[in-house]
């Protein structure tokens, strides 16, 4: 009686759309658009109903809406029609670039008086943005749950299910009141990288939905699925706000001087290099000592175990810091650049003066494989800032190299790593 009441609830709960979020792709974005000023939303006028609606589903519809279908593609692979990028991410750059493709012809199209299209290339990035933030969509290489399901054994009832469908699906309604979309950038190239890591944010926020989630599912308890699926969503919505305020803001050309101002630097310690690879560090690829070689942002682990702030001697006295990154030795963290927008970078780079007081590490800032700034500290010694020009680079390396006897001891921080325009 209560596989036969649980099987009429499931069979209930899953809308016939099987990719993505599903149904949910359309409250996202409608919950995105509904925070939109006023005059953005005038400027879209009937397209804007278009996106909630229709424009947000494009990539699964590349099969039956063929009119539709050349939003989804791109000149470099014309012969794919379904487009696997757009819903699950691989590597930094390669998602990236899809990023600032499906921008960039959005904002050209907005300058160009090509409205409709402009808002079917929106209507892209929102699934794209909306996939990658889908808490079926976040777990690497286990698209069915088939792996997860192993180390969270289901419910009789649902011991024959694939979750992906169950995990995402559903049918709510997202609002974000009240939140203000911000700009990603001034360009295309800078507001698609900073994209990427607000994306990168809601990734790690829908991972925190899925296994609660997959355990309402056994309860049989839709209260608790929705809950946890709002958390996922409502996030995904602030991404696709700023994503679709930044396209109309720049190819308007309505940009405040306040919101440019904004982005004249960004401090990136709280930024996922390429080594993290599906937004972790591979513990094959990390292991040293201290920290076990696992970098972290924002604090340092003594011993392994007790998270501590930022610490480093500045001047006549030691200060913390909230942006920063804690790192292993021989270990490097590697970011991407986008073309043209910033000039420098700058770090302070030192040792925990109290961890780190018999340690004895070489900082080196790499660009493109070129080293353009080196130190060696020793833990007494005062944190010191290193300044370059990246004007032309396209990756930034931050390497740490032990020069002592004490490797244990080798508590080394990036503080305030930041990148600066012109």
Not at 23 to 29: E, K, L
Not at 89 to 99: G, I, K, N
Not at 182 to 205: P, Y
Request: proline letters at 5%; glycine letters at 8%; a negative charge.
């Amino acid at each position: 009686m209560r596989q036969a009441a649980f099987a009429t609830f499931f069979a209930l709960w899953i809308p016939s759309l099987a990719f993505g979020w599903g149904q949910p792709h359309h409250a996202i974005t409608r919950g995105a658009l509904e925070v939109l000023p006023a005059w953005q939303k005038e400027a879209l006028g009937g397209e804007l109903k278009q996106l909630g609606d229709s424009y947000c589903m494009i990539p699964d519809n590349v099969f039956t809406d063929k009119e539709n279908a050349k939003y989804a593609k791109m000149e470099s692979v014309p012969n794919e029609v379904y487009l696997k990028i757009l819903h699950v991410p691989t590597q930094q750059a390669e998602y990236h670039e899809v990023m600032r493709y499906f921008m960039e012809k959005a904002v050209a199209a907005w300058r160009e008086g090509r409205q409709g299209d402009a808002a079917r290339y929106m209507g892209t990035m929102c699934h794209q943005i909306e996939d990658y933030g889908s808490p079926a969509h976040v777990v690497p290489g286990d698209n069915m749950f088939t792996l997860m399901q192993q180390l969270l054994p289901p419910s009789e009832a649902m011991k024959d299910q694939l979750m992906h469908g169950p995990i995402e699906n559903g049918d709510f309604t997202v609002s974000i009141e009240g939140y203000k979309p911000a700009l990603l950038g001034t360009t295309v190239n800078e507001a698609a990288w900073r994209l990427m890591h607000r994306v990168h944010e809601e990734i790690i926020n829908s991972r925190s939905t899925t296994v609660p989630i997959m355990q309402a599912l056994y309860r049989e308890d839709k209260e608790g699925v929705v809950k946890h699926q709002l958390r996922a969503a409502e996030m995904d919505a602030k991404v696709v706000a700023d994503a679709m305020y930044t396209v109309m803001c720049l190819g308007t050309g309505k940009v405040e001087q306040g919101e440019a101002q904004s982005c004249k630097e960004v401090q990136i310690g709280e930024f996922f290099p390429v080594e993290a690879a599906s937004l972790y560090y591979p513990q094959s690829e990390f292991f040293s000592a201290p920290n076990w070689g696992h970098a972290r942002s924002g604090v340092i682990l003594a011993g392994g175990n007790k998270a501590m702030p930022l610490e480093l001697c500045v001047g006549s006295g030691n200060q913390e810091f909230k942006n920063g990154i804690s790192a292993g030795m021989g270990k490097a963290l590697t970011f991407l650049l986008p073309k043209d927008v910033y000039a420098r970078f700058r770090v302070l780079a030192g040792l925990h003066p109290e961890l780190g007081a018999k340690g004895r590490v070489e900082f080196t800032v790499s660009g493109d494989g070129k080293v353009l700034a080196s130190v060696t500290l020793n833990g007494t010694d005062n944190a010191q800032m290193l300044e370059c020009d990246v004007s032309s680079v396209t990756e930034l390396r931050l390497g740490l190299t032990s020069r002592g006897v004490d490797a244990k001891s080798n508590y080394a921080i990036w503080a305030e790593p930041t990148l600066v325009k012109p």
